[in-house]
């Protein structure tokens, strides 16, 4: 079992920056490939940004829509996955989620608000 605990959001203006951090337990973090994804009520959970486990290379993958803002990165040794956001924009105000994956098993953070608002 693998448990996810998300931090580093809040409200923060237009253009702005913030830095997610998730941190996992009760498993071997670096076999993982992490993620994170963001939800606005009414919508679709979609991946934002996600990275690939140590034995795959570490490869970052992200959505168009965050191209060149946001980076992900993780740091095995402190089993933790990271999404620094800068030049924020309104559109990007959702819950933002931590996810882990490996083969057919799928564990989700609770979830961190960002707010981006003048």
């Known amino acids: 079992q693998v448990q996810l605990v998300e931090s580093g959001g809040g409200l923060v203006q237009p253009g702005g920056s913030l830095r997610l951090s998730c941190v996992a337990s009760?498993?071997?973090?670096?076999?993982?490939?992490m993620g994170w994804y963001r939800q606005v009520p009414g919508k679709q959970r979609e991946l934002v940004a996600s990275?690939?486990?140590?034995?795959?290379?570490?490869?970052?993958n992200y959505d168009d829509s965050v191209k060149g803002r946001f980076t992900i990165a993780r740091d095995n040794a402190k089993n933790t996955v990271y999404l620094q956001m800068n030049s924020l924009k309104p559109e990007d105000t959702a819950v933002y989620y931590c996810n882990a994956r490996r083969q057919y098993d799928v564990y989700w953070g609770q979830g961190t608000q960002v707010f981006v608002s003048s």
């Open positions: 009760g498993s071997i973090f670096s076999f993982y490939t």
């Open positions: 990275i690939s486990s140590g034995i795959s290379g570490a490869i970052p």
